[in-house]
Nanobody, 124 residues
Framework: QVQLVQSGGGLVQAGDSLRLSCAAS?????????VGWFRQAPGKKREFVGVITGSDDTTYYADFVKGRFTISGENADNTVYLEMNRLKPEDTAVYYC????????????????WGQGTQVTVSS
């Protein structure tokens, strides 16, 4: 079983940066499972933001964050980071990290352990 604990987030202005953390316990990420980031805005479905693979730390991103968000993994503390730059008001959402189980990386149903979520609010 994997536990994911998130930290970071908060209220920032448009153009600012934030870094979210997702600390895993119960199983080593590297070599075992990918960690995805998703977000959910009020009244909207949870959507894929990006993912870092467990095998070789390859990353994939949704088009709307390419060039602005970066996912990285720190093996020493089994933590994955989501660095968010040039934030926009439309990035406002609750952000979640999740441990991938099987299948493609883009569907929420393919992840079986989730962090508690963290609020990111971007003011204009």
């Amino acid at each position: 079983q994997v536990q994911l604990v998130q930290s970071g987030g908060g209220l920032v202005q448009a153009g600012d940066s934030l870094r979210l953390s997702c600390a895993a316990s119960g199983r080593t990420r590297k070599g075992n499972f990918a960690v995805g980031w998703f977000r959910q805005a009020p009244g909207k479905k949870r959507e894929f933001v990006g993912v870092i693979t467990g095998s070789d730390d390859t990353t994939y991103y949704a088009d709307f964050v390419k060039g602005r968000f970066t996912i990285s993994g720190e093996n020493a503390d089994n933590t994955v980071y989501l660095e968010m730059n040039r934030l926009k008001p439309e990035d406002t959402a609750v952000y979640y990290c999740a441990a991938h189980r099987l299948g493609d990386y883009f569907a929420t149903g393919n992840y079986d352990y989730w962090g508690q979520g963290t609020q990111v609010t971007v003011s204009s």
